[in-house]
């Protein structure tokens, strides 16, 4: 499990292979957890969707061009 900003927890699952995010803030499901699950494709596909919202909001913030060359994306 890997934590983003002390909060976010993202892992795997073994069984299932997807992808879960849990967040404090997410509505509790039957279990009491706050969990999302993604496919591995959705995951992929949120974690696209992320680095391009995080350029376009870091250039506009340093006024700089985005970078999306990133190694590995």
């Given at each position: 499990?890997d934590?983003?900003?002390?909060?976010?927890?993202?892992w795997?699952?073994?069984?299932?292979?997807?992808?879960?995010?849990?967040?404090?803030?997410?509505?509790?499901?039957?279990?009491?957890?706050?969990?999302?699950?993604?496919?591995?494709?959705?995951?992929?596909?949120?974690?696209?969707?992320?680095?391009?919202?995080?350029?376009?909001?870091?250039?506009?913030?340093?006024?700089?061009?985005?970078?999306?060359?990133?190694?590995?994306?």
């Open positions: 499990m934590r983003v900003a002390g909060v976010v927890e993202v795997r699952t073994d069984d299932t292979n997807e992808v879960v995010i849990n967040h404090p803030a997410l509505k509790p499901d039957s279990k009491g957890e706050g969990q999302i699950a993604f496919s591995p494709r959705s995951a992929r596909h949120l974690a696209h969707l992320l680095i391009e919202y995080a350029a376009d909001a870091e250039a506009e913030a340093t006024g700089m061009p985005p970078n999306l060359d990133m190694p590995g994306f």
